[in-house]
């Protein structure tokens, strides 16, 4: 017989995945914003250090939900790139790549995103659903302007 999930199980992975989401993006737009090069390096340098410090505030944001809920986030890089949706920058990337990269990334976690509001919703999980749908409101508006940023 297959166990299936009670609410606090989905809730939990669903939670502990965007930990591990944004502390591969927090290293990745640190990457980016390190070695980003060429003729939009002002704009993009400005826009990655942006970017970071956002994902470190939701990232932070997530872990304490979840630690106000009783489950314990991922806390080692180990774990976190093993159960990560979003990959680390392979290096070498070019500016354009760098921006595609993170706006296909912004595209998987709000997908994640939504899954999230939905178990919460289904779960009575509000302060939850609210949290994600306040992120995601943000990486949508952030992924519309990356991909501005790529338009011919």
């Known amino acids: 017989m297959v166990k299936t999930k009670d ?6 992975e669903t939670l502990n995945k965007q930990v ?5 993006l927090f290293m ?13 390096f002002f704009t993009l340098h400005v826009k990655f250090e942006e970017l970071y410090t956002e994902s470190a505030l939701h990232l932070d944001t997530i872990a304490e939900r979840m ?13 976190q790139l093993e159960i990560a949706s979003v990959e680390e920058a392979a290096g ?4 354009r790549e760098m921006v595609r990269t993170l706006a296909d990334d912004f595209n998987t976690i709000c997908t994640e ?3 999230g ?11 939850t659903a609210d949290m994600f749908i306040a992120i995601r409101t943000s990486l949508e ?3 519309w302007m990356l991909e501005a940023y790529l338009a011919e």
């Open 7 to 12: 609410k606090n199980e989905i809730i939990s």
């Open 20 to 24: 591990a989401n944004f502390s591969v």
């Open 28 to 40: 990745k737009t640190h990457h980016f914003h390190w070695y980003v090069k060429g003729e939009n």
């Open 67 to 79: 630690l106000a809920i009783g489950v314990s986030p991922t806390a080692t890089l180990k774990e």
């Open 92 to 95: 070498g990337e070019n500016a």
């Open 113 to 115: 995103l939504t899954e």
């Open 117 to 127: 509001i939905t178990a919460a919703e289904d779960n009575d999980d509000q302060p």
């Open 141 to 143: 508006k952030h992924k």
